[in-house]
Nanobody
Framework: QVQLVESGGGLVQAGGSLSVSCAAS????????MGWFRQAPRKEREFVAA????????YYADSVKGRFTISRDSAKNTVYLQMNSLKPEDTAVYFC??????????????????WGQGTQVTVSS
């Protein structure tokens, strides 16, 4: 079992920055690839970013490429999502997730085995 707890969400104006974190506990953190997904009201959960087990490879949705950065600190068992140049359409609940690195696509929610409870990010115009 892996337990994931997100933190750092909040309210920010358009054009601003925000960082969210996800602390992992339980089984070996370094064995897992980590992803960030988001879900806006009345919309499906969508992929935002992912990072492989070593932190050497990252993946981004086109909508956030160049604005968001995913990173991980294995010493702290934590994955981060730095969000810059935020837009109102980035408003959503942000979830972190973990999957075995060799199993399934980084982009698809069914590939992930463990999920956090989510943290709200609201971008005002």
């Amino acid at each position: 079992q892996v337990q994931l707890v997100e933190s750092g969400g909040g309210l920010v104006q358009a054009g601003g920055s925000l960082s969210v974190s996800c602390a992992a506990s339980g089984r070996t953190f370094s064995a897992y690839a980590m992803g960030w997904f988001r879900q806006a009201p009345r919309k499906e959960r969508e992929f935002v970013a992912a990072i492989n087990w070593s932190g050497g490879t990252t993946y981004y949705a086109d909508s956030v490429k160049g604005r968001f950065t995913i990173s991980r600190d294995s010493a702290k068992n934590t994955v981060y999502l730095q969000m810059n140049s935020l837009k109102p359409e980035d408003t959503a609940v942000y979830f972190c997730a973990a999957k075995f690195d060799y199993r399934g696509s980084y982009y698809y929610t069914p590939s992930y085995d463990y999920w956090g409870q989510g943290t709200q990010v609201t971008v005002s115009s």
